[in-house]
């Protein structure tokens, strides 16, 4: 069995980098490679590293949220706990097949420092919920006010309406319908029955989920901004308003874990949506996404040096990268 699941894991790793390849085949046989390096490199370095201040600085605001969100859940952690778990997440997001991914390992970091494993799970799951839900709300947002830059009314009102339907059918079907559980195929109960959980418990806290659901769409809206001053850094000069639609829409498609880690589908995704509704070149779009991935690794980066760190702290119950068993023990 292990010998099987390691092997599927290899199959699936081996697609997400073929597809990644394909991504990035499709985009390079319109722009070149030294027209990406000429723009990208065109930025002012200062730009670069404040919007890489700015995003971290968002990103600890975004701790502290799902801080929050897990002590909701009664999975409660010290601030120190929750930036190590957050920051593992982050670092995580590197290698793993998407921000999901980052999750599973916040998850278990928090259950492990909480001891309340399945509450810092469905705590998670919460947050997930809702800043998926803000994701959705931009991209309307989005599309409403840059209305005028799509080929016609009926076109952006369709996009809208299939954004919506499908984000409203994907978070809240399993309500809805109220299938019974063990009708749903195994490998789908357990997120499920975690979606199911955590709803219900936004039901009982109404102003507890505003307050997420406003910090979320805070912090959303603040990488939207990062992305439209990092675009302006390399000559994309667009109405705020058109980067209100692409970037959150760009975001929401890279969450199809079809690539490794949404790299070469976002910039294809961006590039591509730029050029049909704003008449943006292609290399200057590919060129803006590839910039504000160059920010994600970073901070992943950054994030994983941090995460060590933390470890070290005497009252750490997460651990360091070797030292997590002995955390555990002390803990």
């Known amino acids: ?87 593992a997440g982050m670092f995580a997001n590197l290698c793993l097949p998407s921000i999901v991914g980052g999750d599973a390992v916040k998850a278990v970091l928090a259950g492990r420092a909480s001891k309340r494993f399945e509450a810092a799970v469905i705590g998670g799951a919460t947050e997930r919920l809702i800043d998926t839900f803000a994701l959705l709300v931009l991209i309307v947002v989005g599309a409403l006010m840059c209305r005028e830059s799509f080929p016609g009314w009926a076109q952006q009102t369709l996009i809208v309406a299939v954004v919506v339907g499908l984000g409203g059918a994907l978070l809240f079907l399993p309500l809805v319908l109220r299938v019974k559980l063990e009708r749903w195929p195994k490998k789908l109960r357990r997120p499920i029955a975690k979606t199911l959980v955590s709803l219900r418990r936004l039901a009982r806290r109404p102003a507890a989920a505003l307050a997420i659901l406003a910090l979320s769409l805070v912090l959303q809206s603040w990488f939207v901004v990062l992305n439209a001053w990092l675009g302006a850094g390399i000559g994309v000069e667009l109405p705020l308003a058109t980067w209100f639609f692409a970037i959150p829409f760009t975001k929401a498609v890279t969450l199809v874990p079809i690539s490794f880690g949404g790299f070469g589908l976002r910039e294809k995704t961006l590039a591509g949506l730029l050029l049909a509704i704003a008449a943006v070149p292609e290399k200057l779009g590919a060129a803006s996404s590839i910039l504000w991935q160059t920010v994600l690794v970073a901070t992943g980066l950054l994030c994983g040096l941090l995460f060590v760190a933390l470890g070290w702290r005497a009252n750490s119950r997460v651990g360091s990268l070797f030292g997590t068993q002995k955390a555990v023990k002390r803990g």
């Open 1 to 87: 069995m292990p010998a099987k699941g390691s092997k599927k894991k290899l199959v699936v790793l081996a697609i997400k980098i073929a597809f990644t390849a394909g991504f990035f085949a499709l985009l390079f046989a319109k722009v070149s490679w030294s027209e990406l390096w000429s723009r990208a490199t065109s930025i002012a370095p200062s730009t670069w590293f404040a919007v890489f201040a700015c995003f971290v600085a968002g990103h600890a605001v975004g701790a502290l949220k799902w801080r929050y969100a897990l002590g909701l859940s009664r999975a409660r952690i010290t601030v120190g706990d929750a930036f190590q778990c957050y920051a």
